[in-house]
């Protein structure tokens, strides 16, 4: 039991990890890294940490959001939409705690479509709610989406699949350790 909670810990500790590497990299190294943070509330869930992991991710994420604006990030992103992006955050949990223990294939199926539904919470409330496009529409919003909607998978599926690649490895050579 002690050694599954150190287990859970140290998932915990590296997804916030990523989650501020990524997302502090322009501000802190002059880098651009795609932003993990949908693809570690997934693995998060799907690899079975419990609710109270989510709130600490979720706050986690305010948390760095408030320094990237401390040090000069730009609020151009930041609209009437903003909260959405907390429940992106949490359709992405739901989506891998749906498919917590089920098959890989499964896994990177329910990725993609949470992936899909976080897309469309946070680019969608940007785009109807953030006052920059005059007369929004599902048309051009689809048109505008088939511009970002493939680079936000990929990096659903590359930092998502990596993270549970990474965590089916770990398992298995702990099994090992045992036997």
């Not at 051009?140 to 909607?149: G, H, I, K």
Request: glycine share 10%; hydrophobic share 50%; aromatic share 10%.
């Amino acid at each position: 039991m002690k050694e599954e909670k150190s287990g859970a810990s140290w998932i915990l500790v590296s997804l916030i990890v990523v989650l501020a590497a990524t997302r502090l990299a322009r501000q802190l190294l002059g880098i651009h890294l795609p932003d993990a943070s949908v693809p570690a509330f997934f693995v998060a869930a799907c690899l079975g940490l419990r609710s109270r992991a989510l709130v600490l991710l979720l706050l986690t994420a305010a948390g760095i959001d408030l320094v990237q604006f401390s040090l000069g990030a730009s609020l151009v992103c930041v609209s009437p939409g903003y909260p959405l992006l907390f429940v992106a955050y949490a359709a992405s949990w739901c989506g891998g705690a749906l498919v917590c223990k089920r098959a890989l294939h499964l896994q990177l199926l329910a990725m993609v479509g949470t992936g899909v539904v976080a897309f469309v919470l946070t680019s969608g409330g940007y785009y109807l709610l953030s006052g920059k496009f005059p007369y929004p529409s599902i048309g051009e919003f689809v048109q505008r989406s088939q511009l970002f909607l493939p680079d936000y998978l990929s990096n659903m599926v590359l930092y998502g699949g990596f993270g549970l690649a990474t965590a089916s490895l770990w398992d298995r050579a702990r099994k090992r350790r045992r036997a």
